[in-house]
């Protein structure tokens, strides 16, 4: 089944300390997005990628960085820098409609 | 700025009732505006979708209507079932015929179908 893989369901880490988050498609979906989902607040979109190697600031996006090597594969990296880390991060491909992951969600303590 | 405002933050209906959730928008440049269902612990999930071009759309239970002059739209589950209980949310996208696909969501509603 086509779809989005998102790992680990549940992170937790130590204040300080940065965090990849992965997200893999096998939709063949060019465009790539991560969001951060907080209680009340809705989905508020990090980063996102249309093409391999390129990738674009989304609304919230310091304190996080992404890479986009593989059309696959766009992994999040939480660093030390975010503020308030905790949270639940969703990744999305598009190509008509979006199709979401399972999502990840981070604690630090 | 909010770009897509939802209301309310939660609803809590009887079953065989009807939910409405309501969202409002200021972009005129908008042209999609899908809603969708969440689940706690997995993504959300594409509902049902409206383009401005049409006033209402139903799909099953599940109806969009949308005031073009207003700028609103608003989503109408009929006849709610306790499975329908999950978090809803609106949103809306510039440029859906392009790859870029940027959805603005509204803030979310969590809905509460009782038996």
């Known amino acids: 089944d086509g779809g989005i893989t998102q790992s680990p369901k549940y992170l937790f880490r130590k204040e300080g300390q940065n965090v990849t988050l992965s997200c893999e498609q096998n939709?063949?979906?060019?465009?790539m997005y991560w969001y951060r989902q907080d209680p009340g607040q809705g989905l508020r979109l990090i980063y996102y990628?249309?093409?391999?190697?390129?990738?674009q600031k989304g609304d919230i996006a310091e304190g996080y960085s992404v890479s986009r090597e593989k059309k696959e594969s766009f992994p999040l990296t939480v660093t030390s820098a975010q503020k308030n880390p905790t949270a639940f991060y969703l990744c999305a491909s598009f190509r008509t409609d979006y199709t979401f992951g399972s999502g990840t969600r981070l604690t630090v303590v | 700025q909010q770009q897509v405002k939802q209301s309310p933050q939660s609803l809590i209906v009887q079953k065989g009732g009807i939910s409405i959730i309501n969202c409002a928008y200021e972009?005129?440049?908008?042209?999609?505006f899908p809603w969708y269902q969440q689940f706690p612990g997995k993504g959300p999930a594409l509902l049902i979708a409206i383009r401005p071009d049409v006033s209402e759309k139903k799909e099953g239970r599940f109806t969009i209507s949308f005031n073009k002059s207003a700028k609103q739209f608003s989503l109408h589950i009929m006849d709610s079932q306790p499975g329908d209980s999950a978090t809803y949310f609106c949103a809306a996208s510039l440029d859906r015929g392009s790859t870029l696909g940027r959805l603005y969501f509204g803030r979310g509603t969590q809905l509460t179908v009782w038996p």
């Open positions: 972009n005129t440049a908008f042209d999609y």
């Open positions: 939709l063949n979906h060019d465009a």
């Open positions: 990628s249309q093409i391999v190697n390129d990738f």
